[in-house]
């Protein structure tokens, strides 16, 4: 049995104590810091503590990937540490904002403080979209298209739907109330703000066509139902907004004037600037998905699946994952995004269960078990990806390869997603649409391919060499007289504190066999 106790002290101690820990809380799978000194972090002692599979960086945050059994080691670190338990992470500590305003400012900083606001602002959503999501496919299960149980235009054909749609049209309130959480803004007011952009007489302003102006502005005729990135750019502009608004307005009027002067400085704001720019920009990322399907064709689909996984792995996958559900909610299927579904997940659990078979000690094993089952049940993706992928990249080739080939299977098939769902077993139900189960059958098919190409590969290549230390990468390369480039990249979790996700561009010329060791 794991002794919690110990991954618990192990971990503290390995970060800087108690005394370093600002504020920790956790998700799913990882125990979440934000730490007072991040100098003070041994990031190889993190990895080398019993119960941990990985340690990564997200933005300011420091993230221990634990795995399913991560409430316990939780529970334990606030025991140990004498540390106030959590519900949720805080995306607002003032000691985090004031060690964002020392260091300076660099373009990986912009990057990471735009991943940070992005994830902040959508993960919480993602219950909502799935449950939307979850009604669709029931009512594609029972309606006209597969079962026939449920007729169109019958009550309960109506409520399905409106319910269904629901949950993808209103998530510009959704993203408000995170935003504002994220950002810091008045979370009633947000929501307020969301509520205009989306009456039905805006509606009818921009069905009309005719032109509008917001205090004499030109309005940009546009709808908002379904966005996402109008409300994230809005939320942030108005938490500045109130910040000044609350400085220069007396306290005992700051209940009359604030939330008033607020709503009427952002209307013009929203409507006339930060709103358009922010559908522009879904429209931007649309048209470009739409170019990958059109261009590049089932390659291009296929290479969107196999390089997902390491975009999981780095924080990058979340603002796909988000264009995939806003596709989704517009159009009603998506065709390019979550094509890979399938063969993505059943590669995924054909590496847990392909290094449960191959493992040669009981650590091994267990590990292998744990990742098999969290990603075929549960649907969680974190245990197999830093438990395993990370750190025996062969098998990351092998799950790249087994979702590539099955993604251009299905991608050939026109296979296409109607619903949302966890990357568990059950995937392959949000193919169910359309007007036969051909799609359904092509979907299955896909993630067939994808789980049998990549235990195949690991069967008989074998998932550790024995010459791989699962803390370091080895890159191994056949040199020719005529000089090239190798390019190295580094995953935060396995690099060292001066390796943080940064490539390292190596030139040789040689006519011999170079090993390099990290």
Not at 386 to 410: D, E, K, S
Request: aromatic share 8%; net charge negative.
């Amino acid at each position: 049995m794991a002794d919690y106790k110990k991954t618990a002290e192990g971990v503290l101690a390995a970060i800087g104590g108690a005394a370093n820990v600002a504020f920790a809380t956790h998700c799913v799978t990882r125990l979440r810091f934000n730490l007072a000194d991040q100098a003070l972090v041994d990031r190889d002692a993190v990895r080398a503590v019993p119960g941990v599979l990985g340690e990564q960086y997200s933005g300011e945050q420091y993230q221990v990937i634990i795995g399913p059994t991560v409430t316990h080691v939780y529970n334990e670190v606030c025991e140990v540490g004498g540390i106030e338990h959590q519900a949720a992470v805080d995306e607002n500590l003032d000691s985090q904002s004031t060690e964002a305003e020392k260091q300076p400012l660099t373009p990986a900083r912009v990057g990471n403080a735009i991943l940070d606001a992005l994830t902040g602002c959508l993960t919480p959503v993602i219950p909502m979209l799935v449950a939307g999501g979850l009604v669709k496919l029931i009512l594609m299960i029972l309606g006209p298209s597969a079962l026939g149980l449920v007729q169109e235009g019958s009550d309960l054909f109506k409520l399905l739907t409106f319910v269904g749609d629901a949950g993808f049209y209103f998530l510009p309130m959704a993203v408000a109330y995170t935003g504002s959480k994220k950002f810091g803004s008045n979370t009633v007011i947000s929501v307020f703000i969301a509520g205009i952009m989306l009456h039905p007489t805006m509606a009818e302003i921009v069905a009309a066509g005719k032109p509008f102006t917001v205090y004499g502005i030109p309005m940009w005729l546009t709808t908002y139902g379904s966005t996402v990135f109008p409300m994230i750019l809005i939320t942030a502009v108005q938490a500045q907004v109130e910040k000044l608004l609350n400085r220069i307005i007396p306290d005992q009027v700051h209940l009359l004037f604030v939330p008033v002067l607020t709503v009427l400085a952002m209307t013009p704001v929203a409507l006339c600037v930060l709103g358009p720019c922010g559908a522009i920009m879904g429209v931007a990322i649309e048209s470009a998905l739409m170019w990958v399907h059109d261009v590049l064709g089932p390659v291009g689909i296929a290479l969107i699946g196999a390089l997902f996984m390491p975009l999981v792995a780095t924080g990058m996958h979340l603002p796909i994952i988000v264009l995939g559900m806003s596709t989704l909610a517009t159009q009603g299927y998506e065709n390019v995004i979550f094509v890979m579904g399938a063969a993505s997940t059943f590669a995924s659990i054909a590496c847990g269960l392909g290094f449960l078979i191959k493992a040669k000690t009981a650590e091994d094993r267990e590990l292998g078990l744990s990742c098999f089952i969290t990603q075929a049940l549960v649907g969680v993706g974190e245990p197999t990806i830093f438990g395993i992928l990370l750190r025996y990249p062969r098998v990351l080739a092998y799950q790249a390869i087994g979702t590539f080939v099955g993604t251009l299977y299905a991608a050939i098939m026109g296979v296409t997603c109607y619903a949302p769902l966890y990357t568990n077993f059950t995937v392959v139900l949000e193919f169910i649409g359309g007007d036969s189960m051909a799609n359904f059958v092509h979907a299955c098919i896909s993630g067939g391919i994808g789980f049998v190409v990549t235990l195949a590969l690991i069967m008989i290549l074998g998932a550790v060499p024995s010459y791989v230390n699962p803390n370091s990468w080895l890159v191994s390369c056949p040199t020719s007289s005529v000089a090239f480039n190798v390019i190295l990249w580094y995953p935060s979790s396995m690099s060292e504190k001066s390796m943080k996700s940064t490539p390292s561009i190596l030139t040789f010329t040689s006519n011999t066999d170079v090993s390099f060791t990290f």
